[in-house]
T-cell receptor
Framework: GAVVSQHPSWVICKSGTSVKIECRSL??????MFWYRQFPKQSLMLMAT?????????EQGVEKDKFLINHASLTLSTLTVTSAHPEDSSFYIC?????????????FGPGTRLTVL | DAKTTQPPSMDCAEGRAANLPCNHS???????VYWYRQIHSQGPQYIIH???NNETNEMASLIITEDRKSSTLILPHATLRDTAVYYC???????????FGSGTKLNVKP
């Protein structure tokens, strides 16, 4: 199957700093990528849809100024958590839709664990 | 998208078949049933999907009832590495978004 990578795999930062997480589709082009957040023992929560060359669309209740998304190319989307606070500590997962694939499934990255001190 | 209902947890003996049920009674005619699983601290992994016919691949089988209101994911010979949270998701084929429910935690025991 198609491969999606994330970098970094884990990050620890101080409260008030910003953190950037990268999501790359390694062997396919993805016009659309998605960002999820997962708290311990909970399910994945869709945060936003990242569209190449246009503004991201955010799910209800997700602060777009807090979670900046940039989808500058067909293989890269970035999520920047601005002015991070301890409550932003979570597991962030991206996925990419293989627009060229026959089944329209999504492929998920391995996740990035963010810890804000 | 239709809402899905899954049991919170199930146990299965290693080597036996694991049958994971999913209820999606409000599914509409153009919505597919997708199954993903998430092993601890990893991203979800695609397993299988179907519309109305039963499907089988190298990982699992998907049985969808005739009225499409429920489905069962079958892992024919569960191994310890199949211990994970399994998510059943219903989504229209041309829709992008996946909304995850609470899933079923499958515990495969030796």
């Amino acid at each position: 199957g198609a491969v999606v990578s994330q970098h970094p795999s884990w990050v620890i930062c101080k409260s008030g700093t910003s953190v950037k997480i990268e999501c790359r589709s390694l062997d396919f082009q993805a016009t659309t990528m998605f960002w999820y957040r997962q708290f311990p023992k909970q399910s994945l929560m869709l945060m936003a849809t990242s569209n190449e060359g246009s503004k991201a669309t955010y799910e209800q209740g997700v602060e777009k100024d807090k979670f900046l998304i940039n989808h500058a190319s067909l293989t890269l989307s970035t999520l920047t958590v601005t002015s991070a606070h301890p409550e932003d500590s979570s597991f962030y997962i991206c996925s990419a839709r293989s627009s060229g694939g026959p089944y329209n499934e999504q492929f998920f990255g391995p996740g990035t664990r963010l810890t804000v001190l | 998208d239709a809402k899905t209902t899954q049991p919170p947890s199930m146990d299965c003996a290693e080597g036996r078949a694991a049958n994971l049920p999913c209820n999606h009674s409000t599914i509409s005619g153009n919505e597919y049933v997708y199954w993903y699983r998430q092993i601890h601290s990893q991203g979800p992994q695609y397993i299988i999907h179907g519309l109305k016919n039963n499907e089988t691949n190298e990982m699992a089988s998907l049985i969808i009832t005739e009225d499409r209101k429920s489905s069962t994911l079958i892992l024919p010979h569960a191994t310890l590495r199949d211990t994970a949270v399994y998510y059943c998701i219903v989504r229209g084929y041309n829709f992008n978004k996946f909304y995850f429910g609470s899933g079923t935690k499958l515990n495969v025991k030796p």
